[in-house]
């Protein structure tokens, strides 16, 4: 099959085949803000994950990641889930999977949010985390956040581009928006 990498069982892109679709096609992806909530459903804390990059150094992130070919939502949310937050966080998707908001990320800088890799659209999910994650994957740490301390502008300067903006947007919408 074309576009295969060499030992590869399913349909990947080779990196260069995924450049150039990059290049072409908007890519879909999830991104998953984890939640904390208490007893009576309340907003308690807001989980991010730490991780380093090439360019940027440290920088705080929401799980994030592409929807594969014959992927469904819920099969990409619980993959990228566990492999970024482990097999202990026990995430509680709803039953209809509905994303709190859609965010759209172009190459070029100030078209709203911004990924220099691509034109990219993804639905974000709010997802209630029952039990307790820990960082897989590239991500060096994982801590949780009250509503107060994730609107601190020092905070919010260390996550991806992105990010702060889908934070607000989910705190506003729950009425913890200071």
């Known amino acids: 099959m074309a576009g295969l990498a060499s030992g590869d069982q399913g349909p990947w ?9 990059r290049r072409k096609v908007p890519m879909v992806y999830i991104e ?15 989980g991010m994950l ?15 990641g592409r929807v594969l070919f014959h992927e469904t939502l819920r099969e990409a949310l619980t993959r ?5 937050l482990g097999a202990m966080a026990f995430p509680r998707l709803p039953a209809s999977l509905q994303p709190f908001t859609v965010a759209q990320y172009f190459p ?5 949010f911004h990924d220099p ?8 999910y709010a997802v209630p985390i029952d039990g307790e994650p820990a960082p897989q994957d590239d991500a060096l740490d994982f801590s949780w956040f009250t509503p107060e301390q994730s609107q601190d502008p020092l905070l919010q300067g260390e996550m991806v581009d992105g990010h702060a903006q889908l934070l607000n947007l989910l705190l506003a919408a729950l009425g913890k928006l200071a």
């Open 108 to 112: 070029t800088p100030g078209y709203g």
């Open 50 to 64: 730490l991780g380093a990059t090439h360019e940027s150094g440290l920088q705080r992130s929401f799980v994030s």
């Open 80 to 84: 990228h889930l566990e492999k970024d």
């Open 117 to 124: 890799r691509q034109h990219s659209v993804a639905l974000v």
């Open 32 to 46: 998953a803000v984890p939640l904390r909530l208490g007893p009576d459903g309340d907003l308690e804390f807001v």
């Open 13 to 21: 892109l080779t990196p260069y085949d995924l450049d150039d679709v």
